[in-house]
């Protein structure tokens, strides 16, 4: 048997993924926010890329809302000041709370807040070192974890002295700080202004265990007071804050959302707009273009430019397809989601992805980059874009699909307007939702009723007094 080699020409397509494509799947699922940043590392790269600067609307100094219970924030303007390395202490002549002893107080911690309110506290040197030590020794929910006598003994004063310290930073914000356990938390939150403080303190020292039953009928004979009296006991204490270092006044963690795209109603009409359509726009750099048009540029001089060309054009290409992408989508939706628009979120219609990229002409992969992390302004609110993709239920006889959106929001209407006597179950909210045509399980209201943060029926159940 004879083998010999033959060659063959086959033709077949191939798909290839280039750099500049890579680019623009990027760009496009990054948002607003990012594109800037993203934009720069790329043109560090590429000298031929110019990039204008952002509005300056984005760099405005935002003022922080005030923080009531720290009026000693009064001194940040000129925290600086006192921070600097540079500076003498001798020669600061006024009293600042955030330099003592050559130590700056961060108040947006627990400790630094601590350590702030006691810098301002009339104390004598040993006293002081006390209440460094004891603050030391408080763990993140606020408990006193350390062992008095030994703090004692380390600053070489009497236990007594300690225990004054330790009453003292007690009375700090925030309220029940530095307690041995609960109990001791719980009494220390108590309001002597609260008309049954006594009982609510003997209530948290030897019958806390009976809140989560709600049966005031063995402690209000206990304590000789009405039943209506020890409800209202119960209500305060389940009020107050069993990790008092969670509850501390810190600074808001403010995370700002730039929206991709905006929505604005004029009467009956609705207008869309796309950030960054008017502004951001990329160029070629006029100097490096008139750089490589002169004679005397050496031959790899002007490779390296042209590559460099090369580049910023694909860019500004990839940005003008993105820009493209997020005006059809928000035209898209403009059209699918109309009624939300006009009305409210309570008429968001359910919606795939599948849907959009029908109605877009594009690839579901396209829509998915496309509400990766942005966010959309609207007449009722900022809403990130998968907000606008709902999973639907079916209507009961044929009738119009309903949304999860306002499946969710008619669940926390029926809850909030039940009895609180006779609170709803879940098959009953099941039963109401399918009369008003839509078609949901019991199983399905319990996964959405724990999402909005309600409780069971029986947790809800109030006692007839």
């Given amino acids: 048997m004879a083998y010999k080699n033959e060659l063959a020409h086959v033709q077949r397509q191939e798909q290839k993924i280039t750099t500049s494509l890579i680019q623009g799947l990027q760009m496009l699922s990054l948002p607003d926010a990012a594109i800037y940043g993203y934009l720069v590392e790329l043109s560090m790269g590429t000298p031929m890329l110019d990039i204008p600067e952002p509005p300056s609307a ?268 997020l005006h059809r989508f928000a035209l898209a939706l403009l059209t699918l989601q109309g009624d939300f628009f006009r009305f409210g979120p309570e008429r968001l219609r359910p919606m795939t992805m599948q849907q959009m990229a029908d109605e877009m002409g594009v690839n579901v992969s396209t829509v998915s980059r496309v509400v990766q992390d942005k966010y959309a302004s609207t007449p009722w609110g900022e809403f990130p874009l998968k907000y606008f993709f709902a999973r639907s239920f079916k209507g009961i006889g044929g009738d119009e699909a309903v949304s999860a959106v306002a499946v969710r929001r008619r669940i926390s209407e029926l809850i909030c307007a039940e009895d609180p006597y006779e609170p709803l179950t879940d098959e009953e909210i099941s039963a109401a939702l399918q009369d008003e045509g839509c078609s949901i399980s019991r199983r399905t209201v319990s996964k959405y009723r724990k999402a909005l943060g309600f409780e069971s029926c029986a947790k809800r159940r109030q006692k007839r007094s």
């Fill in 58 to 325: 984005r760099y405005e100094d935002v003022t922080a809302p005030e923080r009531p219970g720290f009026a000693a924030m009064e001194y940040a303007r000129e925290r600086d000041y006192y921070r600097s390395a540079s500076a003498d202490p001798a020669d600061r002549g006024d009293y600042d709370p955030y330099y003592s002893c050559g130590t700056v107080f961060e108040a947006d911690t627990l400790t630094g807040s601590l350590e702030l309110q006691l810098s301002m506290s009339e104390l004598t040197p040993a006293e002081r070192a006390v209440g460094m030590e004891i603050i030391g020794n408080i763990d993140d929910s606020g408990y006193f974890v350390g062992n008095l006598e030994t703090i004692c003994l380390l600053c070489c004063v009497p236990a007594e002295t300690g225990r004054r310290v330790l009453s003292l930073i007690q009375t700090f914000s925030p309220c029940g700080i530095a307690a041995k356990d609960v109990y001791e938390a719980l009494c220390l939150q108590v309001e002597d202004s609260f008309p049954y403080a006594d009982v609510a303190r003997r209530v948290i020292k030897n019958d806390l265990a009976a809140l989560p039953s709600s049966d005031v009928g063995p402690c209000a004979g206990k304590y000789g007071v009405s039943p209506q009296c020890m409800e209202e006991v119960f209500d305060y204490i389940r009020s107050l804050e069993p990790r008092p270092g969670n509850c501390d006044e810190r600074p808001f963690d403010v995370s700002y959302v730039s929206p991709d795209i905006v929505v604005r109603r004029d009467g009956e009409e609705l207008h869309v707009y796309v950030s960054g359509e008017a502004e951001n726009t990329l160029r070629v750099n006029e100097q490096y273009m008139d750089l490589l048009g002169r004679a005397q540029l050496g031959p790899e001089d002007k490779r390296y430019l042209r590559s460099c060309l090369n580049e910023a054009r694909s860019l500004i290409r990839s940005m003008d397809i993105r820009r493209q992408t």
